[in-house]
């Protein structure tokens, strides 16, 4: 494009081009902070899974509050180096995953310090929910499915009571994160 | 009737600009460069054009260690937008009219 005058029949199309251009687009590796999230999840589940059936002091599960604290400034720093642009669907899904990181804090701190709940069971649901929405907001029914999947099998950590149910985390981390995180990545790659 | 078309806006690289900026919540001068095709210097004058007019606003900050300008469109910008789409339409005959 110039610094030049055009007719009004090319100013429309003008306009219709740069707003198909920049609609729904994902940017190039969009599934690097599920992949993130994902297997430093899976892995801190499998290492805490260990103490507990080394040594049972269930403080070892404190350590998972360790994980936002790791994760969320290198997932910050990822973001902002990837995206090129900043769509409205972004800023939405940058929310969606806000506020579910919040909630999840919120539960886990709640059953620590006053009332027992299942955190573990809350947790998985709302990052099902929170991997759906973003599959619906980007219209990939793919990583919609996985999140949905990862809230229906969710309740089955209410049946599992003892360290083992760490292991069905794992199972989950891998339906949420890391399933969405490699569909995420393969479509942004192909759709540009 | 025709009315009269923003002569600011009525130019196809600062046409590009502000229809880019109008579908997106900010973007980076790289991006825009690649989606219109222009050259740096030629982009950065007609960003700057449209800045002086108060349609988008530029923010300097940096992408890791890599300075980085972002731009995002402003309401006098979607304003501007808004009548310049309105009296490009009083240029086309619709076919009901």
């Known amino acids: 494009m110039e610094d030049r005058k055009i007719n009004e029949k090319e100013s429309l199309e003008l ?34 899974w260990l103490l507990l059936r080394a040594t049972d002091a269930w403080q070892w599960n404190l350590l998972w509050f360790a994980l936002p604290l790791i994760l969320w400034p290198v997932v910050i720093r990822i973001y902002k180096n990837m995206m090129d642009k900043t769509t409205y669907v972004d800023r939405i899904i940058k929310y969606i995953w806000i506020l579910t990181g919040f909630t999840i804090i919120i539960v886990c701190g709640f059953t620590l310090l006053f009332v027992q709940m299942e955190s573990l069971f809350f947790s998985v649901l709302l990052l099902g929910m929170a991997t759906a929405l973003t599959g619906l907001a980007v219209r990939i029914p793919s990583v919609a499915i996985a999140g949905i999947a990862g809230m229906v099998i969710s309740p089955a950590a209410l049946w599992l009571q003892d360290e083992n149910r760490l292991l069905l985390l794992v199972a989950l981390f891998v339906l949420v994160f890391v399933v969405p995180g490699h569909i995420l990545n393969y479509k942004s790659k192909t759709a540009q | 009737m025709f009315k009269e078309l923003n002569p600011l806006l009525h130019s196809e690289l600062r046409l590009g600009i502000m229809s880019l900026l109008l579908s997106v919540e900010d973007a980076d001068f790289v991006y825009i460069r690649e989606q219109t095709g222009a050259t740096a210097g030629n982009l950065s004058v007609q960003i700057d054009k449209l800045s002086k007019a108060g349609y988008i606003e530029i923010e300097k900050t940096y992408k890791g260690k890599m300075p980085c300008t972002l731009c995002k469109i402003t309401p006098e910008g979607v304003k501007a937008f808004e009548q310049y789409v309105d009296a490009l339409k009083s240029y086309i005959p619709f076919k009901d009219e």
């Open chain 1, 15 to 48: 306009i219709a081009q740069m707003i198909r251009n920049t609609r729904n687009k994902l940017a190039v590796g969009s599934g690097r902070p599920f992949l993130l999230f994902g297997y430093v999840s899976v892995a801190f589940a499998l290492v805490i």
